[in-house]
């Protein structure tokens, strides 16, 4: 299996403009959390989906920020309009269902906002 | 609920030295925990987990950590560090049938040759 593929893995882009970040989960992997990740504030959860459904979008930061998982091999998580403070690494990470199972990540999305 | 308490945010130690990470959770049910590593400009990746077959759980590269529901406590050691365990190490709960995964702050290790 190849993984969790996140694309891109580099993102610069400009204040203002929309930005979408994609992530294709390991197949069978029912459950998709996306994770923010800065120096100052550490390992952020922002949403994850179970079985393609939303579940917990309590750390989405604002409606600046939406995700969506339209079918059980894609996700999405934009970002519109963005600002330089959105700058981080963005990881998308699946899960099996299983009480024993962890989550794999990917590799990361690097977004910078100037 | 669930939380994760990592003690202290960076670690140095001497290459050979013991390695001691220290995780403290909290679960109102009994946990799952894990330990994650992450290498620069890589995702996190997992190092060992606990699913309650054993308190002593072997990982990785030479790794283990033990359970200690007492301590309510899942610390991560190594006998001796190499320079390539420089990284930012993470502990992690899940409580149960429940899907989210709760991580600590993290902890930047060090090896010093």
């Known amino acids: 299996d190849a993984g969790v593929i996140q694309s891109p893995r580099h993102e610069v882009t400009e204040m203002g403009q929309e930005v979408t970040l994609r992530c294709k989960p390991i197949?069978?992997?029912?459950?998709l959390f996306w994770y923010r990740q800065t120096m100052m504030r550490g390992l952020e959860l922002l949403i994850y989906?179970?079985?393609?459904?939303?579940?917990?979008d309590s750390g989405m930061p604002e409606d600046r920020f939406s995700a969506k998982m339209p079918n059980a091999s894609f996700s999405t998580l934009k970002i519109q309009p963005s600002e330089p403070r959105d700058s981080a690494v963005y990881f998308c990470?699946?899960?099996?269902?299983?009480?024993?199972?962890?989550?794999?990540f990917g590799p990361g999305t690097r977004l910078t906002v100037l | 609920a669930q939380s994760v308490t990592q003690l202290g945010s960076h670690v140095s130690v001497s290459e050979g030295a013991l390695v001691l990470l220290r995780c403290n959770y909290s679960?109102?049910?009994?946990?799952?925990l894990f330990w994650y590593v992450q290498y620069p400009n890589q995702g996190l990746q997992l190092l060992l987990k606990?699913?309650?077959?054993?308190?002593l759980v072997k990982g990785i590269n030479g790794f283990e950590a033990e359970f200690k529901k007492s301590e309510t406590s899942f610390h991560l050691t190594k006998p001796s560090a190499h320079m390539s365990d420089a990284a930012e190490y993470f502990c992690?709960?899940?409580?149960?049938?429940?899907?989210?995964?709760?991580f600590g702050t993290g902890t930047k290790l060090q090896v010093i040759p």
């Open positions: 197949s069978g992997h029912n459950s």
């Open positions: 990470a699946t899960l099996a269902a299983g009480v024993y199972n962890e989550q794999f």
């Open positions: 606990y699913t309650s077959a054993a308190t």
């Open positions: 679960s109102s049910v009994p946990p799952y």
């Open positions: 989906f179970n079985n393609n459904v939303p579940i917990d």
């Open positions: 992690a709960v899940r409580s149960g049938g429940y899907q989210k995964v709760t």
